[in-house]
Nanobody, 127 residues
Framework: VQLQASGGGLVQAGGSLRLSCAQS???????LAWFRQAPGKEREFVAA????????LYADSVKGRATISRDSAKNTVNLQMNSLKAEDTAVYYC??????????????????????WGQGTLVTVSS
């Protein structure tokens, strides 16, 4: 069982990038998230989405610049990043976990909540 992350690359500051996370199974009962790890730093939360209702959560550092969305036809979760900054340079990971009615939505910002991880895709923002 794997998540496939793609879409990373080199982009100039102020530019945009779209990351995708795909898997062959149905995401219906899942929450999916993007985390990132910059060189020499801890991995941090970027955004999360609950598949069944599309509710989203964002880190303050990307709020207003990032949009996480789901594509039911392609069974992917996308992260659109705009107005990129040098500090957005990192390896971006997608993660997934099953959710139930008892799952705390606000807790989805914590990486300990996730048990499925993709391989990471590198985003480099040049200034």
């Amino acid at each position: 069982v794997q998540l496939q992350a793609s879409g990373g690359g080199l982009v100039q500051a102020g530019g945009s990038l779209r990351l995708s996370c795909a898997q062959s199974w149905n995401f219906g009962s899942y929450a999916l998230a993007w985390f990132r790890q910059a060189p020499g730093k801890e991995r941090e939360f970027v955004a999360a989405i609950r598949w069944r209702d599309g509710n989203t959560l964002y880190a303050d550092s990307v709020k207003g610049r990032a949009t996480i969305s789901r594509d039911s036809a392609k069974n992917t979760v996308n992260l659109q990043m705009n107005s990129l900054k040098a500090e957005d340079t990192a390896v971006y990971y997608c993660a997934a976990r099953t959710v139930t009615s008892g799952t705390s939505f606000s807790a989805l910002r914590f990486q300990s909540q996730y048990d499925l991880w993709g391989q990471g895709t590198l985003v480099t923002v040049s200034s």
